[in-house]
């Protein structure tokens, strides 16, 4: 057990919690305008496969981002005034909450469309190979993106090329409202897909944060020393609305003793208790990173409000490149 | 030092220096290193490159184009490349969604420089699935230049600007150019991607073309010149950007035009050149503009079918001739089939 490292696993679990919060507290001020999907609940999985990965590692992930986004290191500030519409937000402004970025600490990418970010990862694994590089691509998904042909073109061609990639499933259960059960058949796990293709898969709790990093160091090491991809399925759940700020047990499509049931076994209580009981921290010592992570977003959230909105010139600003790299760069 | 080449092997010697100078460069598609080598257009390079930069790929074109981009966005510059334009069709989630919008909806904080070469595969019966030519499509997508070569020269230049290119390039190459010949000097040099070319000069009518069509539009401008009608042929070289400047002169000199696009019709390059240069300048025209290109079906197999399928340099001549308020012309035979490029040309494909 590693104590610097676990500390790390709680402020980065907390400050999660705490900026999704804080958003889905302001989101009715109508100021946040673009789909923003809220990862309370599943801060585990993020925190657990990020601090397994070294900062020159990368990371692709999907619509519901700021956890994968933030655990990799993505600056607080640009993620909040990007939310916000901002030029000073890391797409400035042309992204919203479901484009983040932060290329600094090897966050590549997020995008809406499920499933699309996989091959991009096994990209950015397959251009370290050719360079011979030792660094580890992972992309985080959910449930659903197993369901889409790419998701499989993609495993096919790490398991080609024994790339340096890990594929993590989120499974909360439910793409949008509509349940596993209908999408898929209960007689395989989502791992047998994995296994399908030859590639090793994991299983662990997705809500405990420890046996997240374990697995995933696992996969880790076995990448960087050229044994290959690893799956891993995280059952996880989302507290709020698919997308949103609020709780949705009113719209009937799960039940109030199921969603009840996840939130006793919340990731972030379980990292706490966990550490406690370890004397890796004490209640004031929580209770002081906690005040120390709330004064953080909420000067987080007043520098995004006060920064300028993008100016006209900035809309066909950046369709093009406008950039070339010669192929012989010595002799120009 | 300058020699002739054909189309193919320019795209080749393109390819071949890219990947000698930077060791960015790659390349990827089905049937890459074989020995057909894509028609010509990657033929050797195997062996002197190796199999890791000149590679073969699973079929699975849309998980390879988010590899080839994956790849682009860790700082590799891919040649992706696909036998037909039809096939590409797979990936259009990714070039469409994500390689197109990639430098933009991140607010320029990352680049995603790759090639895609497409092969137009007209004839020999290709098909409604072989042989589409839908460069209307990818330049309707912002953030995708899509550049259409007709002689060797620019294939060659072309390919090199665009391996050089920091964002995502659409090449679409037609096959029946494959085997045409121009002089190509062997050292690097770059043909801009947003300029068209004056392919002929000539005041009477402007007829700009796309890719193959400015062959057909020239074989045109033989028989028109014969009977005293001196076109303009502007080979549009990239359709994402237009070059609207270069359309604007010609058609200020001649005041009247005519589109002749590898595509269908309805919505095509043709519509947009027409617009733009009914927009810009209306007063210049003396006649209205004309369109020539494919009718709105699918394209057919039987030869009989894709003779009246795939507009030649007669529907040129007949455009030409409207616009300058002439009965059409007679119609001359052809001296070999019309379901193949040239007469030495035998099938399968």
């Not at chain 1, 519409?85 to 479901?98: H, L, T």
């Not at chain 2, 600007?161 to 002089?183: F, K, T």
Request: with cysteine; glycine share 8%.
């Amino acid at each position: 057990m590693n104590t610097p490292d676990d500390a790390r696993l709680l402020r980065d679990l907390l400050l999660i919690r705490i900026v999704e919060e804080e958003i889905a507290k302001r989101y009715p001020e109508q100021e946040m305008r673009c789909p923003t999907h809220l990862c309370i609940g599943q801060e585990a999985t993020a925190v657990g496969v990020c601090r397994a990965l070294q900062e020159t590692d990368v990371v692709f992930s999907g619509h519901r981002s700021h956890g994968h986004y933030l655990a990799k290191g993505g600056d607080l500030t640009r993620m909040i005034a990007e939310i916000y519409g901002r030029v000073s937000g890391c797409s400035r402004g042309k992204g919203g909450s479901m484009h983040l970025i932060d290329p600094s600490v090897g966050f590549l990418g997020a995008v809406p469309i499920v499933s699309s970010t996989i091959p991009m990862a096994v990209g950015a694994a397959f251009g370290f190979a050719l360079r011979g590089e030792s660094r580890v691509a992972a992309v985080f998904f959910g449930d659903a993106a197993v369901e889409e042909g790419v998701f499989h073109e993609s495993l096919a061609f790490a398991m080609l090329e024994r790339l340096a990639v890990i594929f993590v499933c989120e499974n909360n259960l439910y793409s949008v409202q509509t349940p596993l059960s209908a999408r898929q058949p209960s007689s395989r796990s989502l791992c047998d897909l994995a296994r399908g293709h030859g590639m090793t898969a994991e299983h662990a709790d997705g809500n405990d944060v420890f046996a997240v990093r374990s697995v995933a160091r696992a996969a880790v090491e076995r990448a960087r020393q050229g044994g290959g991809p690893t799956f891993l399925e995280l059952p996880t759940y989302r507290w709020l609305e698919h997308v949103g700020p609020d709780e949705d047990g009113a719209l009937g499509y799960r039940s109030a003793e199921e969603i009840n049931a996840w939130k006793e076994r919340c990731p972030v209580a379980h990292a706490q208790k966990v550490l406690l009981e370890r004397e890796v921290v004490d209640a004031a010592g929580i209770g002081a990173l906690r005040q120390n992570i709330e004064d953080q977003v909420q000067q987080a959230f007043a520098a995004a409000k006060s920064a300028p909105v993008p100016d006209a010139a900035e809309l066909l600003t950046h369709v093009f490149t406008g950039g070339r790299t010669p192929i012989d760069r010595e002799s120009l | 030092m300058t020699r002739e080449l054909s189309f193919a092997q320019a795209l080749c010697e393109a390819t071949d220096l890219c990947l000698s100078r930077d060791p960015s460069v790659y390349v990827m598609g089905l049937g890459v290193p074989d020995v057909k080598g894509l028609f010509g257009s990657t033929a050797g390079l195997v062996k002197k490159h190796g199999p890791r930069r000149v590679r073969d790929m699973p079929t699975a074109e849309n998980g390879m184009t988010g590899v080839a981009l994956g790849s682009a966005l860790v700082g590799m510059r891919p040649i992706l490349t696909h036998q037909r334009v039809d096939f590409a069709l797979l990936a259009m989630e990714q070039i469409v969604n994500q390689a197109a919008k990639w430098h933009y909806m991140f607010g320029g904080n990352a680049r995603a420089p790759m090639v895609m070469r497409l092969i137009v595969g007209r004839g020999w019966g290709q098909g409604p699935q072989h042989a589409q030519s839908l460069q209307a499509w990818f330049a309707h997508v912002p953030g995708l230049r899509v550049a259409m070569p007709t002689t060797a020269y620019d294939a060659k230049g072309m390919l090199i600007s665009a391996v050089e290119d920091d964002g995502p390039v659409v090449l679409i190459e037609h096959r029946w150019l494959y085997n045409l010949r121009s002089e190509v000097p062997e050292e690097i040099y770059r043909v801009p991607l947003d300029r068209a070319r004056v392919a002929r000069v000539g005041g009477d009518v402007t007829v700009a073309a796309t890719s193959y069509m400015t062959v057909e539009a020239l074989r045109a401008a033989q028989q028109l010149s014969r009977r005293g009608i001196e076109i303009e042929v502007v080979d549009l070289r990239s359709i994402n950007p237009l070059d609207i400047d270069a359309l604007l002169a010609s058609v200020t000199k001649t005041g009247r035009l005519v589109v002749a696009d590898t595509g269908t019709t309805s919505f095509g390059v043709g519509a947009e050149v027409v617009a733009r240069v009914s927009e810009e300048a209306f007063s210049e025209l003396n006649a209205p503009p004309r369109r020539v290109a494919s009718p709105d079906a699918p394209s057919p197999s039987a030869p009989s079918l894709s003779i009246e399928y795939f507009p030649r340099a007669l529907e040129i001549e007949c455009a030409v001739h409207a616009c300058l308020g002439l009965p059409p012309p007679l119609a001359e035979p052809c001296a070999h089939p019309l379901d193949i490029p040239d007469p030495d040309f035998v099938g399968p494909f």
